[in-house]
């Protein structure tokens, strides 16, 4: 709590020295939000809106202004999402980008963590599979699993000329996508986004909650490190109402776990096999086109590893993990 207070009365005092709500006397002057200055990061407090050639449009989640990144991430506008978008199409005159890829694979981290977690995963899917592959990042402890899928929805209403997506997302990750194609699921035919959805590959996913974060939810410290969504993915808590919202992609899918290989696991609070922080079972989900488990695999550590990256990228091009022989499909998933 106190490093939240501390951190607005920072943003606070940014606001009233008028850096914010001048842009164009910053630029002049020089300072924090001036052109061209580095960024100090700030993956946990921002949500990308917008991605364009890897530049992007972000918004802060506590001050609600946006941003406007270029590829070494270096601000080039701050204030309004019209500021920046008017300063993006202005780059886009000047230098001629070529039209974007009519397939983009967007890759999206998990709970607690930056999207820089991603970064090995978005360079692999590139520079081995040539696919257009979009690290996409958002505030995983700052809002709630709706504002994660808005945030989404945003950045895939914005590919322009793009006519398929396809996802390749680490834990919680899922979770928002599923609740995004949820949000389309309600929506008419000719008020959703222009594209078709390809594959997913879901990476270590809480399909039916997270068993450690009921026991966590009561714990005050871990609660505001993780914020909301600690108490959603909590199966005796909001994962019951969250599960509701949640759609199984009616496009390809297949999920990746790790894991000891074994009925016991890493850790005895979680029941059967586990990847140190979900149980194995709770990452099926039925409809699944395969299913492959990296023996030896650590939760936090997943999408880093080159088994995985190598599996996620076979099945974004083929549909499948190893090999068409080697599928495992999951037709149905025990009652729970």
């Not at 960024?39 to 449009?57: A, K, M, N, P, Q």
């Amino acid at each position: 709590m106190i490093h939240r207070r501390l951190f607005c009365l920072l943003a606070l005092a940014m606001l009233s020295a008028g850096s914010v709500t001048s842009q164009a006397h910053a630029q002049r002057e020089g300072g924090l939000f001036s052109g061209g200055m580095p960024t100090f990061g700030g993956g946990f407090v921002w949500s990308d809106e917008l991605w364009f050639h890897d530049w992007r449009i972000a918004k802060h989640s506590v001050i609600g202004h946006y941003r406007l990144l270029d590829p070494s991430n270096r601000r080039q506008a701050f204030g309004s999402f019209d500021t920046c978008l008017a300063a993006l199409n202005k780059v886009k005159q000047e230098q001629k980008f070529p039209p974007l890829p009519k397939h983009v694979v967007i890759v999206m981290h998990g709970l607690g963590a930056p999207p820089q977690y991603m970064e090995g995963m978005v360079g692999y899917l590139r520079e081995n599979g040539n696919l257009a592959a979009i690290n996409i990042g958002y505030p995983s402890t700052m809002e709630d699993i709706d504002s994660y899928a808005a945030s989404l929805d945003s950045v895939i209403r914005r590919l322009e000329g793009v006519e398929e997506v396809s996802f390749v997302a680490h834990s919680m990750g899922n979770i928002v996508i599923r609740r995004y194609l949820q949000n389309l699921e309600r929506l008419a035919p000719e008020m959703r986004p222009p594209v078709k959805f390809k594959r997913m590959v879901m990476i270590s996913p809480p399909n039916h909650g997270a068993e450690l974060a009921d026991r966590f939810a009561d714990n005050r410290l871990v609660s505001m490190a993780a914020g909301k969504p600690l108490e959603q993915l909590a199966p005796s808590r909001g994962w019951p109402e969250l599960e509701k919202q949640l759609v199984t992609p009616n496009f390809e899918f297949g999920i990746i776990v790790g894991g000891k290989g074994d009925a016991e696991g890493y850790l005895d609070a979680i029941p059967g096999d586990d990847d140190m922080l979900l149980s194995i079972e709770t990452s099926k989900l039925a409809g699944a086109s395969d299913f492959v488990q990296i023996g030896g695999g650590i939760h936090q550590m997943m999408a880093k590893y080159k088994e995985v990256r190598a599996a996620a990228l076979n099945f974004l091009l083929h549909g499948y993990f190893v090999s068409p022989e080697a599928r495992k499909p999951i037709a149905a998933v025990a009652a729970r």
